[in-house]
């Protein structure tokens, strides 16, 4: 009889992947990915059917640690710049507080191996940032807002951090600075 999934050995392999991926790319072998999380390469399949299996379910745990951080205010009484200047902060201060899984995060958003059931499943766990987006993306048709919001916005997101983590003491500067140059470049004001 199989012994029964621990869930410390699934978060292991989650953590070693994500760390690897954001150093390596996608293409970072299972075998270092088990030995990183102190398991087997085999054990590493009994968890993941497949590499693309953990690269998806990467991406869900990834995007479900970023949805908690943006989540972690109430902002339905703000205005909508008050609101998107709310998470444009509290992003960049997750991916400040974890350069790894942001990193990772964003090697996963360009791939390929990501499915776009995934990816409707991630884009699901963000209804409230969904429709501030929307809002400040609302002169794009809604194909183009999607991908095309989602692409800038990681873009500026990307400078943004790393500049502010290549220096600290200018990292509120940088949010704001990112934040302006997004709102600006929307004409909103």
Not at 8 to 33: M, R
Not at 45 to 58: H, I, S, V
Request: hydrophobic share 50%; aromatic share 8%.
């Amino acid at each position: 009889m199989a012994r029964p999934l621990s869930e410390d050995k699934q978060f292991a392999l989650l953590a070693a992947a994500a760390e690897l991926v954001a150093l390596q790319g996608v293409g970072a072998p299972t075998s270092q990915i088990a030995r990183q999380a102190g398991v087997a390469e085999g054990t590493l399949f009994r968890y993941f059917a497949t590499k693309d299996d953990l690269l998806n379910q990467l991406y869900l745990h990834l995007k479900s640690e970023l949805c908690t951080a943006l989540t972690a205010e109430n902002l339905a009484a703000y205005s909508l710049k008050e609101r998107a200047h709310a998470v444009w902060n509290l992003y960049i201060d997750w991916g400040l507080a974890h350069p790894l899984a942001a990193k990772a995060l964003s090697q996963l958003h360009v791939s390929d191996k990501v499915l776009p059931e995934t990816r409707a499943k991630a884009h699901a766990m963000f209804p409230d940032v969904s429709e501030i987006v929307g809002n400040v993306f609302a002169g794009l048709s809604q194909q183009q807002s999607t991908a095309f919001s989602e692409m800038l916005l990681g873009t500026l997101a990307e400078t943004t951090l790393s500049f502010a983590a290549s220096n600290p003491a200018q990292s509120q500067s940088y949010k704001a600075a990112g934040f302006a140059f997004l709102w600006r470049g929307l004409a909103h004001d």
